[in-house]
């Protein structure tokens, strides 16, 4: 068995993996980062939500097929905000055997999605504090790995897990 140090540098190694990925992906970029839409001369403020009208249709009463249309898109045109950029987070880690894994949003009013990697099962998924120490935060949008401590504080809203898989 690992190491408690050794799971959390193995977590945090694939969730850097895992946002090198996406940003090797969205090549037009987010329509919500000022350096993305002025990179793409504008290109992102017309891409999400033309990605997003395929996407929607597609959403069923299974989680993983939706996430993976989501992230499909979201590749095959280039951009994405923060939910389809952490879908396609989400799917890359899922592919590669990464357990467990969280897809997580913050709780009204908030608004940003993203993946937690090595949250325990019996945690509290709406208090990051619970999640134990081989939790670790792969927020692609904003390009960072960060400790589940720092979702609140950087946020200001509690996050919420949308899919889990074990």
Not at 10 to 18: I, K, T
Not at 19 to 43: E, F, H, Q, W
Not at 103 to 128: C, E, K, N, Y
Request: net charge negative.
């Amino acid at each position: 068995m690992a190491t408690l140090a050794a799971a959390s540098l193995d977590y945090r190694g694939a969730a850097q993996e895992a946002i090198s990925y996406v940003r090797s992906k969205m090549t037009v970029g987010a329509s919500n980062k000022i350096p993305d839409v002025l990179g793409s001369l504008g290109m992102s403020l017309l891409c999400v939500p033309a990605e997003r009208s395929v996407t929607r249709d597609s959403q069923s009463d299974r989680m993983l097929p939706y996430l993976r249309v989501i992230a499909g898109a979201a590749e095959n045109v280039g951009c994405g905000n923060c939910g389809e950029q952490s879908a396609t987070a989400f799917v890359f880690l899922l592919d590669k055997g990464i357990r467990p894994i969280d897809w997580m949003a913050l709780q009204d009013p908030g608004d940003h999605a993203f993946v937690v990697i090595g949250r325990l099962a019996t945690s509290d998924a709406t208090d990051p504090n619970t999640w134990g120490n081989l939790a670790v935060v792969c927020d692609p949008w904003k390009g960072l790995v960060y400790a589940p401590n720092m979702i609140v504080p950087m946020w200001h809203h509690n996050p919420d897990s949308i899919f889990r898989v074990d």
